[in-house]
């Protein structure tokens, strides 16, 4: 369609993030299939709105629109990204801190993001971040230039950390293996209000489980049953059974039935509202919750009964 009407000049806008000098490819292809006499433009217009959030219907008023030049367009929306993802293995390196003093992230992000400098948004430490675009724009920023990729790169390593750091807790604490039990795991979409799970934790944190041999229960109000067995490689059974290895559910309730585990991996508003005093008399003892978004009432699920773990913080279980 591009070049239907070639000897008219067309306009080509970079609306998504893409790599950096990209417009220079895309006028390459442009100006070899011009027309004598007719010029085409090339011009960044990156969008930076977060999934699950509406789009803005108007016109944006002409004094809040920023021109600059068009590799600083394209640049910006890839070190936009980069900032938040480093800001969130920021605090995720610092729960790994907290857990071995004895500090607690949440107090810590609380009295940091206080700072108007550093200010409180995107700093809940969590079992790691995904979507589409963060890991993807951070090493879209590893260019010939070996200390700034290193730099870059240490935001995805420690993001991989921090998913096997809190995979690997959950088996230590199942007294050092998994093997055979059940897990219920409670989200698995790469956030709340979306069905998208691209680069979601939940799926390095369920694959690490099922190479240990655990027997999985997911649950997630908007991921399709289709997904989840597509992103763990999991084909649908000829039939259900008690020892299969993964079994998609349809309610946290039915997910937890007796599961030795439940792990959230996303923060679904409705998880903090479920009964756990429910789950627990329906559950294998001890039985454990892992919080991999800090959502939940811990101190509850402590006078309910559970082990809790959550993400950079120590609770009290009982001397364990
Ligand atoms: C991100 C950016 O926030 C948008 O500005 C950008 O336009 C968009 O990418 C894009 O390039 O398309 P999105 O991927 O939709 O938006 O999701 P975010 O809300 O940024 O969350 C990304 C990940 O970080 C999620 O897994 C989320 O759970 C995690 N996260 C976020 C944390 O672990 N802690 C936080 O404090 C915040």
């Not at 206080?114 to 260019?143: E, M, T």
Request: proline share 4%; hydrophobic share 45%; aromatic share 8%.
């Amino acid at each position: 369609t591009l070049f239907a009407r070639p000897s008219q000049p067309k306009i080509v806008v970079e609306k998504s993030t893409v790599p950096v000098r990209a417009a220079e490819s895309i006028c390459t292809i442009l100006r070899a299939n011009e027309r004598p006499g007719v010029r085409h433009t090339v011009l960044s217009n990156p969008e930076f709105l977060a999934e699950g959030f509406r789009c803005v219907r108007s016109l944006v008023p002409k004094e809040r629109l920023v021109t600059m030049n068009l590799w600083s367009s394209e640049l910006s929306k890839l070190v936009a990204n980069a900032m938040l993802a480093q800001r969130i293995s920021s605090i995720n390196a610092a729960s790994a801190i907290c857990e071995a003093t004895g500090a607690d992230v949440s107090e810590v992000a609380q009295a940091v993001g206080a700072d108007s400098r550093i200010g409180p948004r995107f700093l809940c430490a969590s079992l790691g971040f995904g979507g589409s675009c963060f890991q993807k724009d951070v090493l879209n920023l590893c260019l010939n230039l070996p200390e700034v990729a290193r730099y870059w790169e240490s935001v995805v390593t420690l993001n991989q950390y921090q998913k096997y750091r809190f995979a690997d807790k959950i088996i230590v604490d199942l007294f050092n293996t998994v093997k055979g039990k059940r897990i219920a795991v409670l989200g698995f979409a790469f956030k709340k209000d979306t069905g998208d799970t691209r680069e979601s934790p939940a799926i390095d944190v369920c694959r690490r489980l099922i190479d240990e041999g655990a027997l999985l229960r997911v649950y997630d109000p908007k991921v399709a049953s289709s997904q989840i067995r597509l992103d763990l490689n999991q084909p649908e059974p000829d039939e259900a059974s008690d020892a299969a290895v993964l079994t998609v559910c349809s309610d946290a309730y039915s997910a937890a039935e007796g599961a030795h585990a439940v792990v959230i991996c996303t923060e679904w508003s409705e998880f903090s509202q479920l009964d756990f005093g429910r789950i627990f008399a329906s559950m294998a003892k001890p039985a454990f919750v892992f919080d991999g978004r800090n959502v939940l009432d811990h101190e509850a699920l402590l006078r309910i009964g559970f082990r809790v773990r959550a993400v950079g913080k120590r609770l009290d279980c009982g001397g364990v």
